[in-house]
């Protein structure tokens, strides 16, 4: 008898190295039938990780983890002659995409990329259970079909990208469930607690999130998605358990820019689908509701990247094990496994039978995007007003793949965002500059299109997002074609050094870089002041809200040191003056120059909060300005003494009693109120409260010759409803920046409206700091009824009460984190207003 060499993995499981090995299946290993319970995250990776340590064909890395360190992992599974050369294979594929500069491998044996994600939603973890039943199945040995695929087809799954909202879910499930699933929809088990198990740590929706890249997860995730780029990418969803099946083709809107192939492949991977569901009589639908227009999600994102995207959604949401549908059926868990896993061997048996096509174009989509790009602009010049700025949109364009470069040698004429002309304008040297004729040319059309072509308003998300309004930066779409001068911008920055005969230091107040320097000088207990209006000093320009740290009132020995240091640490330039006598405007000593106030921060969470709209102001406090605050549980306003904070957040939603007699006599005593969205909207026409509701505007006396209003049928009722529609516009603002609220940014700010809230003008107890008129739209689809309504209104205010303040943010200003240009605004709400 030959000998054997035993292998003993931690996990317990003993293979031979000297036989073929038995791979376990999924119920073996974990020991339960799939179905019968949820099945943890570890518990899923370490499935993942037993495979690719017996299945020879399969190499599995972990490409980071989550906030809360749970592991993200990916598994390559090909055939035995691929796996050993797959790196080949990725270069090879990244030459077909004009982003890798020689090929040693013919086109007809390459390989087509199939790329798997399941689970980016926590409480729909049904995909998770799924992704591995599949895996064996495509490294079962005794499985022939699966094995014939792999020949030509490179399989890449990633079995739960939010591992963190997927345990919230299941932990939630386990700990309210009873011997037995009780199918009843009335069940506490079908009734997930606030946040929920959706979002991730922050509360963010990570398929909202594939462009702009803002969750730590995303980040990790693209990293190695952009390095592979998929002929194919599906993302596996569930919705609502009354809803039967859907997968593609999608529904309209589709972006203009989605080829003709990738709308044809749609069609052919559902025909192969509905295959599959019509012979075990499952339910199904496609064609609606899921479009293929906002460039953030799970299937957008891959087919503007040259991937046929695709989304596939099971019924299931809240389902638990079991749920009693509106039919009358029962739903288990194992049906929800069964239907995504008959759709994840359904797409890849489609891959492989259309692999050679699907690689030809992938490779004409980067052939065209390098000759002939999209769009009416071939280059984008953005004007350098702030390099903080300009930093942050070339970070996510790196992220992206996009190239860019800085400054002209001529001057050129072009459409600026900012009035909507074309005008001529002459290039800086530390301007961004975009050539369009690049590999990533579909996605950069995509991102900085002034408008975006909608061809059918019913929408499944916001549609508008241009970059240029995003990031509050000027821009201008050139229809030539110009190549940048440089491939870096002149650095601009002097280094901080320690100045122990400084009279004072002063600082920029033009982005987040200048609030995260204001934070960490508040934490090291260094007071700091700003001023009230522009001044110049030391031979440079400051606007109104610039820092000022002066000697005078920080009597330490380290004071310098604390600055610089702080300086050095996080990169930042600071200037020190002197001498207080500046050389125009108000001298240091003025009434002008005032103490900014540590302010103490509670953002208030829970039932009837939108756990997004908190999780963005959370997210940003922690993550990208590092300042503390406190989450304080709405319920327990009564419980907790108020006066020992200065600022109190409260984001979108409907809370109750609102606003209580203790929070207004908090503002009274000087407390400030931060109110965004709704929380705005429950302010309104309240005593004490001088907002008040826009009522829509009607005929003083009816118009006899009008004709009466034609009768409805009941099939357009939808198309109604989007009259008054708003999901997702930019407007332009005309924005007063004497105002501390409106501090370091120009007359105008570009709002992101999720509805058609306005409000009427304040009186003389407050200040009307941004206001619309009727020209001030500017992008994405309006309802015709609210774009008549969304004019000659108030959209931020500011109001005294007694000693206090209330801010009103009538839009999200923190939008999904990558509405750049409202963080500035943000932070002069919670630094700067009221001091």
Not at 373 to 402: F, H, M, Q, W
Not at 680 to 707: H, I, M, N, S, Y
Not at 779 to 808: A, P
Request: charged share 20%; net charge neutral.
């Amino acid at each position: 008898m030959s000998k054997k060499i035993l292998l003993c993995f931690s996990f317990l499981v003993c293979v031979s190295a000297a036989f073929s090995q038995e791979i376990l299946s999924p119920e073996k290993f974990l020991g339960y039938k799939l179905g019968d319970q949820f099945t943890p995250q570890y518990k899923v990776a370490d499935y993942f990780k037993y495979v690719a340590k017996t299945a020879k064909n399969t190499k599995i890395v972990q490409y980071g983890t989550t906030n809360e360190n749970r592991p993200l992992l990916a598994i390559f599974v090909a055939s035995d002659e691929n796996i050993g050369r797959l790196e080949e294979i990725r270069k090879n594929n990244m030459y077909l995409a004009g982003l890798n500069k020689t090929s040693a491998m013919p086109l007809s044996s390459m390989p087509v990329i199939v790329w798997l994600s399941y689970n980016v939603h926590g409480n729909e973890p049904s995909s998770s259970e799924a992704a591995m039943q599949t895996l064996f199945d495509l490294v079962d040995p005794a499985n022939a079909r699966t094995k014939v695929w792999l020949k030509n087809t490179v399989v890449v799954m990633d079995p739960c990208l939010n591992p963190d909202g997927h345990d919230r879910y299941i932990n939630f499930y386990n700990s309210v469930k009873g011997a037995t699933p009780d199918p009843n929809p009335a069940s506490r088990e079908h009734a997930e607690p606030w946040p929920g198990g959706r979002v991730n740590h922050y509360y963010f929706d990570l398929n909202r999130d594939w462009a702009w890249q803002t969750q730590k997860e995303t980040q990790a995730r693209m990293a190695l998605f952009t390095q592979w780029l998929p002929q194919i990418h599906v993302d596996y969803h569930e919705q609502g358990y009354n809803a039967p099946y859907y997968f593609a083709p999608a529904a309209e809107p589709f972006h203009k820019d989605v080829t003709a192939w990738q709308r044809e492949f749609q069609n052919i991977i559902g025909k192969n689908n509905a295959k599959y569901f019509d012979q075990n009589g499952w339910m199904y639908f496609t064609k609606q509701e899921f479009d293929l227009l906002y460039p953030s999600y799970g299937d957008t994102y891959p087919i503007y990247s040259g991937s046929i995207g695709m989304t596939y959604e099971q019924g299931g949401i809240s389902a638990g094990l079991a749920v009693i549908t509106r039919s009358g059926d029962t739903l288990t868990l194992a049906d929800r496994i069964a239907h995504h896993h008959a759709t994840s061997l359904s797409t890849i048996e489609t891959a492989s039978a259309y692999a050679q096509k699907l690689l030809n174009e992938f490779k004409k989509f980067y052939s065209n995007s390098l000759l002939y790009p999209p769009g009416e602009y071939k280059t984008y010049v953005v004007k350098n007003t702030s390099n903080d700025k300009i930093n942050a949109l070339a970070k996510l364009l790196d992220r992206n793949g996009i190239l860019y470069g800085f400054g002209l040698n001529t001057r050129v004429s072009g459409f600026n965002y900012i009035t909507g002309k074309t005008e001529s304008y002459s290039a800086g040297q530390n301007d961004m500059v975009i050539n369009a004729y690049q590999p990533k040319s579909v996605l950069l059309n995509v991102l900085f299109e002034p408008k975006t072509f909608i061809a059918d308003s019913d929408t499944y998300d916001i549609t508008a997002w241009s970059l240029p309004y995003a990031y509050g930066l000027n821009a201008y779409g050139v229809r030539e074609s110009y190549k940048p001068a440089a491939g870096a911008m002149t650095p601009a920055k002097v280094p901080a050094t320690v100045n122990s005969h400084a009279y004072a230091y002063v600082s920029s107040w033009q982005s987040v870089n200048d609030v995260k320097f204001l934070a960490a000088l508040l934490k090291k207990n260094i007071r700091v002041k700003y001023s009230e209006r522009p001044f110049e000093a030391a031979g440079k320009s400051f606007t109104a809200g610039s820092l000022l740290i002066t000697r005078a009132g920080n009597d330490r020995a380290d004071f310098d040191r604390i600055v610089t240091q702080t300086a050095i640490d996080l990169d930042y330039e600071v200037t020190p003056l002197s001498s207080g006598f500046v050389e125009r405007g108000a001298d240091l000593g003025s009434t002008v120059i005032r103490y900014i106030h540590q302010p103490r921060v509670a953002i208030f969470t829970g039932e009837g909060v939108s756990a997004e709209a908190m999780g963005e102001i959370w997210h940003f406090f922690e993550q990208q300005i590092n300042y503390p605050v406190t989450l304080i549980r709405y319920k327990d306003l009564d419980k907790i003494k108020l006066g020992n904070f200065d600022v109190a957040i409260f984001a979108n939603g409907t809370y109750e009693d609102f606003p209580s007699e203790k929070l207004q006599s908090w503002v009274r005593d000087g407390g400030k109120l931060i109110a965004i969205e709704n929380a705005v909207a429950q302010l309104a026409d309240k005593k004490g409260f001088t907002l008040k509701k826009r009522e829509d505007k009607k005929e003083d006396k009816p118009d006899a010759k009008a004709k009466p209003s034609p009768i409805r049928t009941y099939e357009e009722r939808e198309k109604e409803a989007i009259t008054s529609s708003v999901p997702g516009a930019i407007y332009k603002l005309k924005l007063d920046n004497t105002h501390p609220l409106g501090f370091g940014m120009p007359p105008y700010y570009y709002s992101l409206k999720l509805s058609s809230d306005i409000y009427e003008l304040l009186g003389d107890d407050g200040w009307n700091v941004g206001t619309v008129k009727k020209d001030g739209y500017v992008s994405g689809f309006v309802g015709h009824k609210s774009k008549e309504k969304i004019k000659d209104g108030l959209l931020l205010g500011v109001q005294s009460l007694g000693k206090g303040t209330v801010i009103y943010m009538v839009d999200d200003p923190l939008f999904r984190s990558f509405w750049e240009n409202g963080k500035l605004l943000f932070s002069n709400a919670v630094f700067m207003v009221g001091q």
